[in-house]
Structure formats: C-alpha cells, structure tokens
C-alpha cells in the first residue's frame, strides 16, 4: 500500500510539538561509516553568526577523561577528516565542579590545532559568576588552547543555582564580560548554555545579546525539561542559533540513552526547527563513525514518525525525573511532565 502523503510530508514545527515530538522514529540501519570513506556532513547556518556548520559536533570532556593521547589525536583528526569540525570543549576549572576530562582535552585540541586551526570551529565556555573572574579565565583557556581567538565562548551552565539571575544579567556580570571579549576580539560570538531551569533562559535572552545558545535536549527531555518548546521559539525569533547537547541522556548513568534509541534522538534533535547542529561526546572511532553515519543520512521525521515511541520515552521520562538538576544544589525536585 502506497504511503499517505501526510506520513511521507516533512514534520512541521505545528505537526512537531502536536506530536510530542517523542521522537522516535524508525531508527535507520546503524552501520558504521566504513573509515576509508569521506562522507560530508549536511551543514546548517548558525543563526546570526551566518557561519555554516556541521549538524554533528564534537564535545570533548569524554574524550579527555579516557587519558589515552594517541587515541584522542586520531579520534579529533578523523573527525576533522568526516566534516566534524565543530569542536565544544571547556576550561578544567569550574564554579561547579571539577572537570578533569577537559584539562587533559585542552592539551589534545591545541595540539591539533596547531595544524589545523582554519578547519575547526572552535567553543569553549567560562563558568564564574564574577565578570573580572570571567575575563581572567578567558585568557587563561585561550593560552590552554594555543590560540588567539576561539570562534564561540559560551557563559556555561546558566540555569545552575550558582548563577543568580540579576547578577548574570548585570553589566559586572558574566555575560557582560564575554561581550566585552568579543569586541575585543578574544572570540567571534557569545552564548549561554544550560541543563535545567528552561524558564531562567527565556528570561535571559531578553536582557542580554547573545549570538548562540546550547541546551540538552533528547526525545526524553522533551517531556521534562522541553527547551524546544519553552525556550527555543523566542530564541528563533531573535535568530539565536540553536545547539542540542545531552543528546543520548544525561551525565549520570541511570539516564543514559539505551542503545536502541540513540539514533531515534538524534533524528528528533535534528528535526527540531531551526536547530543547527548536536553535539555529541565521543570517545572512539567507532563511536564516531557511527554517529557520523547517521547524520549523514539524516532525514526530518514525519509526524507519523514523532507519534511511535511516544509511550517509551514518556515512561523513561519518568523513570529519569529531573535527573539534569542532581548536580545543582538547588536544583528542583520535580517538574510536571509535558507533551506526554
């Protein structure tokens, strides 16, 4: 039997949110990207940088933490070689706390970058509540990273307690002083990021400028903490470029994406109207090329698509609860699921 033309039509942003956007989808075949094989990846504008970038990115904390040199470099040069030239990486110090993974990163990004430079699009973030704390960690990562100028600097992790909102808005504050890096040409574009507290983000876009923002979103956060929904639409409006991360779950085992439904949300983050590009942890080749497989065929999920695993990621989304606030101190306890 022939498919109806509404099963076969691209999901619309009005067909996406009616659907619970749940994400599922058919999973697609999960070969891995054969590694003679050069794929492009399909590029996307970053909001109103205007700068072109790959749907899949690299984030690199994992990849730090595995404290194998030889492998990190191949890994970081074949990613670079599949179109993965998107780069998220992060100081070691944080207001939070302490990510080793990302000392041992940095080491193995400037090396790279010292002969790849032009290729990659790099980001890193700056974690501290006080603007001059700000400024000084900034120069110190760029000396970490053996360059002058990253491309973006997001203000990371904004919906943590740590960050008291009128004092992140504030011209002393942080933000204020990533702007002031970016004229001062320390970076191209400033941005936030976030895990929890999606309404502290809606809010926050309508005091400060920001070029790009980064949240976790996953076709199982869709029903608790919904960024896509709350947030996004404003930041579209604003033509903010849109970045998902925590993609396959959060940073605590008991929430990790279960192997069958990681291409699924993929497909859902990229199918997310206007959302430039994912950003995924990897710590090896295979892990690579696998993800790099399925953004290269990547194709928008249908409204049909979006209604299949509904009922499996509602019931994850409550086995999960607000599992990204765990690591805030005052995180919230509960938030009332949604799109279920």
């Not at 990253?150 to 008291?164: E, F, K, N, P």
């Not at 990681?262 to 995924?280: D, G, K, Q, W």
């Not at 065929?297 to 209604?307: C, G, I, L, S, V």
Request: charged letters at 25%.
């Amino acid at each position: 039997m022939a498919a109806s033309p509404r099963s076969t039509q691209m999901l619309t942003r009005r067909e996406f949110v009616a659907a619970g956007a749940a994400g599922g989808a058919l999973l697609l075949s999960s070969r891995a990207l054969p590694a003679e094989e050069k794929q492009k990846l399909p590029q996307r504008t970053l909001g109103k940088t205007g700068v072109k970038v790959p749907i899949l990115g690299l984030g690199t904390v994992a990849l730090g933490a595995l404290g194998d040199e030889a492998a990190a470099l191949k890994l970081l040069n074949r990613a670079i070689d599949l179109g993965v030239t998107y780069i998220d990486t992060a100081p070691p110090r944080t207001r939070i706390a302490p990510f080793t993974g990302y000392s041992r990163a940095q080491k193995y990004i400037h090396a790279v970058l010292k002969e790849r430079r032009k290729e990659v699009f790099i980001v890193t973030k700056c974690l501290e509540t006080d603007g001059s704390k700000a400024m000084d960690l900034v120069a110190s990562n760029l000396k970490e990273l053996g360059v002058e100028q990253v491309d973006l600097i997001y203000t990371h992790s904004i919906g943590h307690a740590v960050y008291d909102f009128d004092a992140l808005v504030a011209d002393s504050g942080p933000m204020a002083a990533l702007e002031r890096a970016k004229k001062d040409g320390l970076c191209k574009f400033v941005g936030v990021t976030g895990h929890n507290r999606p309404e502290k983000f809606a809010r926050v876009i309508q005091k400060r400028d920001i070029d790009v923002m980064m949240n976790a979103v996953n076709i199982v956060d869709r029903h608790t903490y919904a960024f896509e929904d709350i947030v996004w639409p404003t930041a579209r409006k604003k033509n903010i470029g849109l970045v998902a991360m925590k993609v396959f779950g959060g940073g605590i085992v008991a929430c990790k994406m279960p192997e069958k439904l990681r291409e699924a949300s993929l497909r859902f983050c990229l199918s997310v109207p206007e959302v430039a590009l994912a950003v995924v942890g990897m710590r090896t080749i295979a892990e690579l090329e696998q993800n790099v497989g399925w953004a290269a065929k990547f194709k928008p999920m249908t409204a049909d698509e979006a209604k299949e695993l509904k009922s499996e990621t509602v019931a994850l989304a409550k086995q999960w609860g607000v599992h990204l606030d765990k690591l805030d101190a005052k995180g919230e306890s509960s938030r009332p699921l949604i799109n279920t």
